[in-house]
């Protein structure tokens, strides 16, 4: 069979298309065919699964996409992602972020903007240990759901930059946060960083056996739900984030210990 006869197709089509997904042997058939950097201005939604770790082709390939809303990345080798000043209008743009299995992410960014991002998903990314720096949080302005799970070296949230000695943190429209399996999260920020939450509506915490805090900085927010996990219960109501959370923790603890004596 013609191996240039499903290429043809996908040209064809590519103009009509909204949403993609690809490897990183459909990167590289795209790459070598130097298409036009207006090719894919219709794609909304990108998916790439299974790269390598060659984050200059990537950041070049994903600079194309300027109008991008979602982004999903899956199983790949990158050691850094969204870097590089080339890529600022793609990522002013995001709307939803999810990455899952990308073991060799310390971070998610350690400097970006993401002006338009409304939520965000980390799952199973076993090398993480923060997930944005203060500076990137700072840009969060319209994030509204936060979700982080069974990121076994993750310590904190946002990490406080040296030298950022700037106003409390505003998330302004976040209404909800979920960290679940997170064995060495300690708190939402290891610094003195205050935060401001003020529409923050419900936080799920399951299995952070060493979150015994939300925060050490000043922590603003209103009334809220707080649950120890998805179908379980409706949660309880509180002012107090972090007396909830050190209660959640006390509260785990039994069964923790339980699991512990029984392997």
């Given at each position: 069979?013609d191996?240039q006869q499903?290429?043809f197709l996908?040209?064809?089509v590519?103009h009509?298309?909204?949403?993609l997904?690809?490897?990183r042997?459909?990167?590289?058939?795209i790459?070598?065919?130097?298409?036009?950097?207006?090719?894919?201005h219709y794609?909304k939604v990108?998916r790439v699964?299974?790269?390598p770790d060659?984050i200059?082709?990537?950041?070049?390939f994903?600079?194309?996409?300027?109008?991008l809303?979602k982004?999903v990345?899956?199983s790949?080798k990158f050691?850094?992602?969204f870097?590089?000043?080339?890529l600022?209008?793609?990522i002013k743009?995001?709307e939803?972020?999810?990455v899952?299995e990308?073991?060799?992410?310390?971070?998610?960014?350690p400097?970006a903007?993401?002006?338009?991002?409304?939520t965000?998903d980390?799952?199973?990314?076993?090398?993480?240990?923060?997930l944005?720096?203060?500076?990137?949080a700072?840009?969060?302005?319209q994030?509204?759901?936060?979700?982080?799970?069974?990121?076994n070296k993750?310590?904190?949230i946002?990490?406080?930059e040296e030298g950022?000695r700037?106003?409390?943190?505003?998330f302004q429209?976040?209404?909800?946060?979920?960290f679940?399996s997170l064995?060495?999260l300690t708190?939402?920020c290891?610094?003195?960083?205050?935060?401001?939450f003020p529409?923050?509506e419900?936080?799920i915490?399951?299995?952070?056996?060493?979150?015994n805090?939300?925060?050490?900085g000043?922590l603003i927010?209103?009334?809220?739900r707080v649950?120890p996990g998805?179908?379980k219960?409706?949660?309880?109501q509180?002012?107090?984030?972090?007396?909830?959370?050190k209660?959640?923790?006390?509260?785990?603890?039994?069964?923790?210990?339980g699991?512990t004596q029984q392997?």
């Amino acid at each position: 069979m013609d191996r240039q006869q499903p290429f043809f197709l996908f040209e064809k089509v590519i103009h009509q298309l909204d949403e993609l997904s690809l490897n990183r042997d459909d990167i590289a058939s795209i790459t070598d065919r130097r298409y036009p950097m207006d090719y894919f201005h219709y794609v909304k939604v990108l998916r790439v699964v299974s790269c390598p770790d060659n984050i200059s082709g990537f950041l070049s390939f994903l600079e194309r996409f300027y109008n991008l809303k979602k982004l999903v990345v899956v199983s790949c080798k990158f050691r850094e992602l969204f870097e590089g000043t080339s890529l600022s209008r793609v990522i002013k743009k995001l709307e939803s972020t999810e990455v899952w299995e990308c073991d060799l992410l310390s971070n998610l960014t350690p400097s970006a903007s993401f002006q338009s991002l409304t939520t965000l998903d980390v799952w199973n990314c076993q090398g993480m240990i923060n997930l944005v720096s203060s500076s990137t949080a700072r840009t969060l302005v319209q994030l509204m759901d936060i979700r982080i799970r069974e990121c076994n070296k993750l310590t904190e949230i946002v990490a406080e930059e040296e030298g950022d000695r700037g106003d409390k943190i505003v998330f302004q429209n976040l209404k909800f946060l979920e960290f679940q399996s997170l064995e060495r999260l300690t708190s939402f920020c290891q610094g003195n960083l205050g935060f401001d939450f003020p529409a923050l509506e419900k936080v799920i915490v399951e299995q952070c056996p060493n979150m015994n805090s939300f925060c050490q900085g000043k922590l603003i927010t209103g009334i809220l739900r707080v649950k120890p996990g998805e179908g379980k219960g409706k949660g309880r109501q509180t002012d107090d984030l972090n007396a909830d959370i050190k209660r959640l923790s006390e509260e785990e603890k039994p069964s923790r210990e339980g699991r512990t004596q029984q392997s």
